[in-house]
């Protein structure tokens, strides 16, 4: 029955449509590790190899370690470099909180503008583009003028951001919001643009009003191309979000970035961007995890969109 829940010793394909024996759950599951198994192998290769080829970069004297740093030099100080990240005490003279608390608090504070600015406008975003191409009126009073500023760069908007929320989460939060919203708006207009006629068609044929249209046959059918959409705007939030904590947030990896090249500390720009890149790895596989839940009726391969 399709309502009914899985059964404990089935396991039921993506479309739903039958259940699998134990043995081919056995069997897809091995195929699953092994799978992860070798993506984590040629993870490790490819960052093994970039790091090898800095490494000899160096070793032959054609990066200045003073600039270009290896590896084994800004890894190898991490407490050294791990104090700069409490920023409170670095820029204020405050009292400082512990190295790991430095570290945490400024990861902890980068992560939560990046989520809610992504999350503002990736919500609104879609839901505008949604209401332009569902009501005529509210598209052709709203389409222009997110043509007209989608082109503006975030950094423009840096000014009003500072004088419209002062110092603080604000700032940073609209800037990502504004970096993300009017690309998604537009990606999404394209998106119920493309839908096919054949889907429509059908809606129409079985009866479907034009909200049931909206709901059970264009939303379903744009999800694979928004969620292509929230990761690489996933990746475009991180880097506003440390362009607007360098200007002066006073907190985030953003401002330990602005703290390095004001004190022409190589070592620490580079460990801060390691910590940035795996922060955001982190984030993307699980968006990919999420991704691959939700949009269970499509096959492996195209619900995860990329490794």
Same mark, same amino acid.
């Given at each position: 029955?399709?309502?009914?829940?899985?059964?404990?010793?089935?396991?039921?394909?993506?479309?739903?449509?039958?259940?699998?024996?134990?043995?081919?759950?056995?069997?897809?599951?091995?195929?699953?590790?092994?799978?992860?198994?070798?993506?984590?192998?040629?993870?490790?290769?490819?960052?093994?190899?970039?790091?090898?080829?800095?490494?000899?970069?160096?070793?032959?004297?054609?990066?200045?370690?003073?600039?270009?740093?290896?590896?084994?030099?800004?890894?190898?100080?991490?407490?050294?470099?791990?104090?700069?990240?409490? *920023?409170?005490?670095?820029?204020?003279?405050?009292?400082?909180?512990?190295?790991?608390?430095?570290?945490?608090?400024?990861?902890?504070? *980068?992560?939560?503008? &990046?989520?809610?600015? !992504?999350? !503002?406008?990736? &919500?609104?975003?879609?839901?505008?583009?949604?209401?332009?191409?569902?009501?005529?009126?509210?598209?052709?009073?709203?389409?222009?003028?997110?043509?007209?500023?989608?082109?503006?760069?975030?950094?423009?908007?840096?000014?009003?951001?500072?004088?419209?929320?002062?110092?603080?989460?604000?700032?940073?939060?609209?800037?990502?919001?504004?970096?993300?919203?009017?690309?998604?708006?537009?990606?999404?207009?394209?998106?119920?643009?493309?839908?096919?006629?054949?889907?429509?068609?059908?809606?129409?044929?079985?009866?479907?009003?034009?909200?049931?249209?909206?709901? !059970? &046959?264009?939303?379903?059918?744009?999800?694979?191309? !928004?969620?292509?959409?929230?990761?690489?705007?996933?990746?475009?939030?991180?880097?506003?979000?440390?362009?607007?904590?360098?200007?002066? &947030?006073?907190?985030?990896?953003?401002?330990?970035?602005?703290?390095?090249?004001?004190?022409?500390?190589?070592?620490?720009?580079?460990? *801060?961007?390691?910590?940035?890149?795996?922060?955001?790895?982190?984030?993307?596989?699980?968006?990919?995890?999420?991704?691959?839940?939700?949009?269970?009726?499509?096959?492996?391969?195209?619900?995860?969109?990329? *490794?």
């Amino acid at each position: 029955m399709a309502g009914s829940p899985p059964r404990a010793d089935v396991l039921r394909d993506r479309a739903g449509a039958r259940p699998l024996p134990t043995g081919a759950r056995r069997t897809a599951r091995s195929g699953g590790l092994r799978g992860a198994l070798a993506q984590a192998g040629w993870w490790v290769a490819s960052i093994g190899l970039f790091a090898a080829i800095w490494e000899f970069a160096w070793a032959v004297g054609w990066a200045d370690p003073k600039v270009l740093p290896p590896p084994h030099l800004f890894l190898g100080d991490l407490p050294n470099q791990a104090q700069y990240f409490d *920023t409170s005490q670095v820029i204020a003279g405050e009292e400082a909180r512990g190295v790991a608390w430095g570290v945490l608090h400024s990861i902890g504070a *980068t992560i939560l503008r &990046v989520l809610v600015g !992504l999350a !503002l406008g990736f &919500v609104l975003a879609v839901l505008v583009g949604i209401g332009t191409r569902y009501f005529r009126l509210f598209g052709k009073l709203v389409l222009p003028s997110v043509t007209l500023l989608a082109p503006v760069s975030p950094l423009a908007w840096l000014p009003i951001a500072i004088y419209t929320f002062g110092t603080g989460n604000g700032p940073a939060v609209f800037l990502v919001f504004v970096a993300v919203f009017f690309i998604i708006v537009l990606a999404t207009i394209s998106e119920i643009d493309s839908v096919s006629p054949t889907y429509l068609n059908v809606a129409r044929i079985m009866g479907a009003s034009r909200a049931q249209t909206y709901l !059970l &046959v264009i939303l379903p059918a744009i999800l694979p191309g !928004l969620f292509m959409i929230l990761r690489l705007n996933l990746f475009a939030a991180w880097m506003i979000v440390l362009i607007a904590e360098s200007a002066g &947030v006073g907190s985030g990896l953003g401002q330990v970035i602005m703290i390095a090249r004001n004190t022409f500390n190589s070592p620490l720009v580079f460990f *801060t961007i390691a910590i940035i890149g795996i922060v955001g790895y982190t984030f993307d596989s699980l968006l990919r995890q999420v991704q691959k839940r939700m949009l269970y009726w499509l096959p492996e391969g195209q619900a995860a969109l990329g *490794t």
